[in-house]
């Protein structure tokens, strides 16, 4: 007997399709793709879609650009980030690398990004934490 995964419609036009439904539900999701594949721009419309249809909320965590690029990146698709994070919504947790900051090489605890990640959820209206977090897991990786 073959159980069929639970999906969480993207509202990503075409992808829904393609994908049989969405993407699984309560599952994370690796985005990989060289660079300019639209990865972020592919986690930032899953999140605007959250946040414009379903009225949810989502944390953005980036790795490599930073939370002022990517507000100016998505600005011309019509998402205004700003205004989501001032209305609770939409909150970044930026992992990325300051260009200036210093380099530590050796071993690394996630326990302060940890952290951060649930903080950031617990800050954005109506959530419940990280094991309550609803839609999904995006993460791309670069």
């Known amino acids: 007997m073959t159980t069929r995964i639970s999906k969480l419609p993207t509202s990503i036009p075409g992808f829904d399709s393609i994908a049989d439904g969405g993407l699984p539900k309560g599952r994370t999701t690796l985005l990989a793709g060289t660079a300019g594949s639209a990865k972020t721009v592919f986690a930032a419309q899953f999140l605007a879609e959250g946040i414009g249809i379903y009225g949810e909320s989502g944390v953005f965590i980036t ?3 930073s939370p002022d690029d990517i507000r100016r990146n ?58 309550g977090f609803g839609r999904c897991h995006l993460q791309p990786l670069h």
């Open 63 to 65: 790795f490599e650009e």
């Open 74 to 131: 998505v600005i011309s698709l019509g998402w205004e980030i700003q205004g989501w994070e001032e209305e609770g919504r939409w909150r970044f947790v930026d992992a990325s690398p300051h260009p200036d900051g210093e380099v530590v090489i050796g071993a690394y605890d996630l326990g302060a990004l940890l952290a951060r990640i649930e903080n950031a959820i617990q800050s954005i209206r109506g959530a419940t934490g990280l094991n």
